[in-house]
Nanobody, 115 residues
Framework: VQLQASGGGLVQAGGSLRLTCAASGSASRIDAMGWSRQAPGRQREFVAR???????LYVDSVKGRFTISRDNAKNTVHLQMNSLKAEDTAVYYC??????????WGQGTLVTVSS
């Protein structure tokens, strides 16, 4: 499985961005897809996940501001990020887990929120 993330950029605090991750390869075997992020000097942290059944999970810090969605037909997952804060600044990584339990990561996309 190959994952290609896009949509990062520079935005002012309070603004919005939409990240997209496109899966290819053995995309039909994908179960869950999601996003993690890594801020400078910090460990990578979980942000959001959506399963093939549409079950959603978010880290508390983004609940009510971020929305994850998935288009199974197009093998894509989106992360709509609203009311962005400076502390959301990070490199965002797309990830996927296939039916065997194996996990895959895409390259990161940088989100910078200016205060």
């Amino acid at each position: 499985v190959q994952l290609q993330a896009s949509g990062g950029g520079l935005v002012q605090a309070g603004g919005s961005l939409r990240l997209t991750c496109a899966a290819s390869g053995s995309a039909s075997r994908i179960d869950a897809m999601g996003w993690s992020r890594q801020a400078p000097g910090r460990q990578r942290e979980f942000v959001a996940r959506i399963t093939s059944e549409g079950i959603l999970l978010y880290v508390d810090s983004v609940k009510g501001r971020f929305t994850i969605s998935r288009d199974n037909a197009k093998n894509t997952v989106h992360l709509q990020m609203n009311s962005l804060k400076a502390e959301d600044t990070a490199v965002y990584y797309c990830n996927a887990v296939i039916d065997s339990g194996a996990g895959y990561w895409g390259q990161g996309t940088l989100v910078t929120v200016s205060s």
